[in-house]
């Protein structure tokens, strides 16, 4: 069983910039894919940012594209997301995965592709 546990989210001013955390209990780091999701109220958990094993594949949803940076510090079992010029419509529970194994094409993760889910990390813009 793998833990993640996430850190980082909070209350925020539109424009501004947050980095989310999140460190694994896993051995051989490296040989899980991680990615970002997140759940606005009301709306279904979607898809954020993936980043493989190795860190040297990134994939971002369009709404993010350009605003978010995901990378990971395997020496530190953590995978972080540096969140830029954020919007009201980025408020949402963030959530880190990770999936083990064989790497999904870069676009195809949905809410069904992780092994393990984190707990959760609130952030929130404010217009």
């Known amino acids: 069983q793998v833990q993640l546990v996430e850190s980082g989210g909070g209350l925020v001013q539109a424009g501004g910039s947050l980095r989310l955390s999140c460190t694994a209990s896993?051995?051989?780091?490296?040989?899980?894919?991680m990615a970002w999701f997140r759940q606005a109220p009301g709306k279904e958990r979607e898809f954020v940012a993936h980043l493989s094993g190795s860190g040297s594949s990134t994939y971002y949803a369009d709404s993010v594209k350009g605003r978010f940076t995901i990378s990971r510090d395997n020496a530190k079992n953590t995978v972080y997301l540096q969140m830029n010029s954020l919007k009201p419509e980025d408020t949402a529970v963030y959530y880190c995965?990770?999936?083990?194994?064989?790497?999904?094409?870069?676009?195809?993760?949905?809410?069904?592709?992780?092994?393990?889910w984190g707990q959760g990390t609130q952030v929130t813009v404010s217009s």
């Open positions: 896993a051995r051989a780091f490296s040989r899980y894919s």
């Open positions: 995965a990770a999936r083990f194994g064989t790497p999904l094409s870069p676009g195809t993760w949905s809410p069904r592709s992780p092994d393990y």
